[in-house]
C-alpha cells in the first residue's frame, strides 16, 4: 500500500509570509503527527491529530497550526515566517495514537525560509 | 516535563566495530521504539520493546529495554557502511494529557569509514 505523502517536498519563502503543509497518511490510519527537524535540535513535536482532533501540542508557537480532514489527510500551517522555521517538516501516521505503535514517516517538507 | 535523552550524540566508527547507543527517560515508558533515519531520508521504525527486560535481535542489531522501563540500548555488531545514519529512540507520553504523543531523543548519528 502507499507510504505517506507529503507536499510540497521542497518549498522557498520570504519572511513574513505564510506557508501550508499538507499530508497523506496511510489509508485506514487516524492518527497524523508533525515533527519540525533542524539540524540543531533534533525531532520536534509539533501537534498530533487522532480523528479530527487536536490531542497534544508541543512548545510551539501559536504562528504554527494544523487540521485535520474526515479523510484523515492533515495539513500544518505556520503564518509571518521566521528564518529560524526554516526545517524539515515531517509527518508521520498510525492507526492508533501515536506512542502505541509503528509511525510511518513521510519524505517530509524541506522549507527555506529567506 | 517528559524528556528523553540520548547519548552519544555523535558516534564514528571504523567498519567492523562494534556501536552502542543508549537511551534513558525521565519516566517509566510503556514502551520505546527505536528508528533509523538515513541521511537526506526520513526516520524509518526499526522495532518496539514492550516489556521490562526485554532484549531482542535483529540480524545484527540488538536492542534491550531496562528493567525498570525507564532506559534501552541498541548494539550494532561489527558495523557496516549500510549502518550509517541517525538512530533515534522515542517514548510515549505517560498521562492523559501526553498520550498520543512521542518523545524523541536527540539521536546518535553514526559514521562508519571503511
Known amino acids: 500500500k502507499a507510504g505517506v505523502t507529503q507536499t510540497p517536498r521542497y518549498l522557498i519563502k520570504t519572511r513574513g509570509q505564510q506557508v501550508t503543509l499538507s499530508c497523506s497518511p496511510i489509508?485506514?490510519?487516524?492518527?497524523v503527527s508533525w515533527y519540525q527537524q533542524t539540524p540543531g535540535q533534533g525531532l520536534q513535536f509539533l501537534f498530533e491529530?487522532?480523528?479530527?482532533?487536536?490531542?497534544n501540542k508541543g512548545n510551539f508557537p501559536g504562528r504554527f497550526s494544523g487540521r485535520q480532514f474526515s479523510n484523515s489527510r492533515s495539513e500544518m500551517n505556520v503564518s509571518t515566517l521566521e528564518l529560524g522555521d526554516s526545517a524539515l517538516y515531517l509527518c508521520a501516521s498510525s492507526l492508533a495514537l501515536a506512542g502505541t505503535g509503528e509511525q510511518f514517516f513521510g519524505p517530509g517538507t524541506r522549507l527555506t525560509v529567506l | 516535563g517528559q524528556q528523553v535523552m540520548q547519548i552519544p550524540q555523535y558516534q564514528h566508527v571504523q567498519e567492523g566495530e562494534d556501536f552502542t547507543t543508549y537511551c534513558n527517560s525521565s519516566?517509566?515508558?510503556?514502551?520505546i521504539q527505536w528508528y533509523k533515519q538515513r541521511p537526506g531520508g526520513h526516520p524509518v521504525f526499526l522495532i518496539q520493546l514492550v516489556k521490562s527486560g526485554e532484549v531482542k535481535k535483529q540480524k545484527r542489531l540488538t536492542f534491550q529495554f531496562g528493567e525498570a522501563k525507564k532506559n534501552s540500548s541498541l548494539h550494532i555488531t561489527a558495523t557496516q557502511t549500510t549502518d550509517v545514519g541517525t538512530y533515534f529512540c522515542?517514548?510515549?507520553?505517560?498521562?492523559?494529557?501526553?498520550?498520543?504523543?512521542?518523545?524523541f531523543g536527540r539521536g546518535t548519528q553514526l559514521t562508519v569509514w571503511p
Open positions: 489509508s485506514g490510519h487516524r492518527s
Open positions: 522515542a517514548g510515549p507520553g505517560d498521562r492523559g494529557s501526553t498520550l498520543g504523543r512521542l518523545y
Open positions: 491529530y487522532f480523528s479530527e482532533t487536536q490531542r
Open positions: 519516566t517509566t515508558l510503556s514502551n
